[in-house]
């Protein structure tokens, strides 16, 4: 829109055709009014026959603009409201017709209002589509699209879909909630397609992270075939060399496109993730200072005590603390008995450390830490490093990076695990063992605490069974003697005995006083550990990987089987909804009403574009359903939503 008179002109149109909806509600015939006309008028009678069909395909192309980005809802007013306060919240709906926010100014009630008076009358056709009783009363509320929610994108979709929890009966609310998230996200999206540049990367994003996974593949069949070992004059080995020129360019050449595309890709990835996190983040930031201002106006103190404070930051703090504390004792003993320190343990301490401080600073949600603008920043930091694909993109640019400029090649197998980013049943394998996390860690903790038992028996009972031909005991300490148990235990299949008997070539024979506790010992190991523990860490994985296709499974069952917005069954719409009720309906919708349901009465993602649209609107431009809504809102209050009604259904039982 370029002008205040264009704007103007699409305000009437929507109000036009929500005028045309609302009498149709009543009449389907007055809804076929607003189609081309093939009647000859005087003004026709006039033009020329390639006028006429200009015209024609002039209004076919506004008709179908407005008639697609007219949504439609169906609102219930409240029962604890008297009749009386309804009728007058209907009256404020006859509203502005017009203003200079053309799309944000459509009468939504208008439609409610023209019914209304139609519905109270008799209409021998429609019925009278308004229903009332001790529960309620069901309005059809009709709105322009708000523009940003044109760039709602299908893999958004999917992914507030797989969010939700189908089987909750609260799952309305929770879809509500990420109202905002989603917002931000369509707006993002918006103001990025405005450079021509930003709009095309985005546009083919999954086929450039397609193609730069063919190009890994490609460069890693051509490290496949040309490295060779790297050995010096005196017999050392220095890690790879590549000795075919040709196709070594060929390698560098490749991994340098690599770097380009997963340049733009962690470019691409920050800019999109960056404004979100900050908008949520400073979301809640203002929330919850506001809220502060509005308690402490009224006298209710919201700083908690010092003490109070340092128990719960000592709290989100505690597992870094305390792995931390762990991991220096172990070292500092070990360096006291051996004049030495762990290598495993020194290679644990930044990871452990980091993990833990990054999950205690995103734990900081409690005043005041969750009103303070530099944990927010740093927060927000955190969002956005940790978000899975930017992650994977950071990640990858610095594995090009190392192998390009620091001769670290042994880092570009790891660009091949970019297909667990592409694959969605790649990530629900992953996600079959990092959702059991804390049952898989728990686990391996007896495991360990078992091999520990275990190898203290071995070492107590059995210790001429660790000696090796030469005369050598592997475990002439406690120390070594755990650390050979629990690598060897694990990596052979039959456990310690197998180690005992085939690699230390000590069978349980070979000493005839501790034969028998020798077998005992060898079979109770094979069966708790190598069966039973390394088993139930698989059966933790394997039932989380069916738990988690039965999800998928029931979410999909449910999308096709009851509507989303009131909970009714496929089968009972299909069987009490009039198969042509109303005109909301292609040819491929024709006696199809269940499809028709769910695209265009109870459409899931036009109750999500109204709280938008509210949003957008000034308040005071509100009509009478649009100001019951956003006050039920603000009350977090969602009982304006139909649930087990549909006035269809209705319609057709009166």
């Known amino acids: 829109l370029n002008s205040k008179e264009e704007t ?53 192309r506004a008709f179908h603009y407005i008639n ?51 519905s109270d009358g008799d209409d021998g056709d429609g019925g ?15 709105f322009p699209l708000p523009p940003e929610c044109r760039y709602f994108s299908e893999d958004l979709k999917e992914r507030v879909k797989q969010e939700m929890d189908w089987e909750e009966d609260d799952r309305i609310r929770h879809f509500l909630k990420r109202t905002d998230d989603v917002h931000d996200d369509m707006v993002l999206k918006k103001a990025t397609s405005k450079f021509s540049i930003l709009k095309f990367l985005l546009k083919y994003e999954r086929g450039r992270e397609s193609f730069t996974l063919v190009l890994a593949f490609i ?9 060779e070992q790297n050995q010096d004059s005196n017999g050392d080995y220095h890690g790879d060399q590549c000795t075919a020129g040709r196709i070594c360019s060929l390698g560098s050449g490749l991994g340098g496109l690599i770097l380009v595309f997963t340049v733009i890709q962690l470019v691409m990835r920050l800019l ?43 709290k989100v703090f505690l597992p870094m603390i305390g792995s931390v504390l762990v991991l220096t004792f172990c070292n500092v003993m070990i360096y006291a008995r051996f004049n030495k320190t762990s290598d495993a343990m020194r290679f644990a301490f930044v990871p452990v450390t980091a993990v833990t401080l990054i999950s205690g600073v995103r734990g900081l949600t409690f005043p005041p830490f969750n009103r303070m603008p530099s944990v927010a920043l740093l927060q927000i930091f955190l969002d956005v490093l940790l978000a899975p694909k930017n992650f994977w993109a950071i990640f990858s640019t610095a594995a090009v990076c190392a192998g390009l400029f620091g001769q670290l090649r042994y880092m570009y197998p790891l660009l091949l695990l970019q297909i667990v980013t592409i694959s969605e049943t790649l990530q629900n394998v992953v996600r079959a063992v990092f959702v059991p996390r804390k049952a898989l860690g728990t686990t391996f903790v007896l495991v360990i605490i078992v091999i520990y038992i275990y190898t203290y028996f071995a070492f107590y009972f059995f210790a001429s069974a660790t000696e090796d031909d030469d005369g050598s005991n592997v475990c002439e300490d406690l120390y070594s003697c755990f650390s050979a148990s629990l690598y060897y235990g694990l990596i052979y299949g039959g456990g310690l005995g197998d180690w005992y008997t085939d690699d230390l070539e000590q069978p349980p024979e070979s000493r005839e006083g501790t034969r028998a506790a020798r077998v005992l010992f060898d079979v109770s190991y094979f069966v708790v550990v190598v069966i039973v523990m390394l088993n139930l860490v698989f059966g933790i994985i ?55 349901h769910i695209r265009h009465e109870h459409n899931m993602w036009d109750y999500m574009f109204f709280v938008i649209h509210l949003k957008n609107k000034q308040s005071t431009e509100y009509n009478g359903p649009e100001s019951f809504v956003n006050d039920r809102l603000k009350e977090d209050d969602y009982d304006w939503i139909p649930r087990n009604r549909a006035l269809a259904l209705e319609a057709n039982k009166e």
């Not at 809802?73 to 309804?86: F, H, Q, R, T």
């Not at 460069?219 to 490295?227: G, Q």
């Not at 509005?294 to 404070?309: F, P």
């Not at 719409?573 to 491929?588: M, N, V």
Request: aromatic share 8%; charged share 35%; proline share 3%.
């Open 272 to 314: 999109l993730k960056a404004p979100i996190a900050y908008a949520r983040r400073w979301r809640v930031l203002d929330i919850e200072r506001r809220t502060a201002k509005r308690l402490a106006l009224v006298g209710i103190r919201t700083q908690e005590r010092w003490t109070r404070m340092l128990y719960k930051t000592l």
């Open 542 to 596: 394997i039932d989380t990987f069916g738990q988690l296709r039965e999800e998928t499974r029931t979410r999909e069952q449910l999308q096709a089987a009851r509507c989303v917005i009131c909970g009714l069954d496929k089968d009972l719409i299909e069987e009490e909804a009039p198969k042509d009720y109303g005109f909301l309906h292609t040819a491929s919708e024709q006696g199809k009403p269940y499809l028709r």
């Open 8 to 60: 103007e002109v699409l305000a009437e149109a929507y109000q036009m055709m929500t005028l045309a909806y609302t009498l149709a509600e009543t009449d389907p015939r007055y809804f076929h009014f607003l189609q081309p006309s093939k009647k000859p008028t005087r003004e026709m009678r006039d033009k020329t026959r390639r006028e006429i069909e200009e015209d024609e395909s002039k209004y076919k």
């Open 128 to 142: 009278n589509y308004q229903t009332h009783d001790e529960r309620g009363e069901l309005y059809p509320v009709y």
């Open 219 to 227: 460069l890693n069949f051509v490290l496949l075939i040309s490295s």
């Open 68 to 118: 697609t980005n007219l949504k439609r809802i169906e609102v219930l007013w409240n029962a604890s409201e008297s009749k009386d306060d309804a009728e007058q919240a209907q009256l404020m709906g006859l509203g502005k017709a017009g203003g200079d926010d053309g799309d944000r100014d459509t009468d939504s009630t208008d439609s409610s209002d023209s019914s209304d008076s139609d």
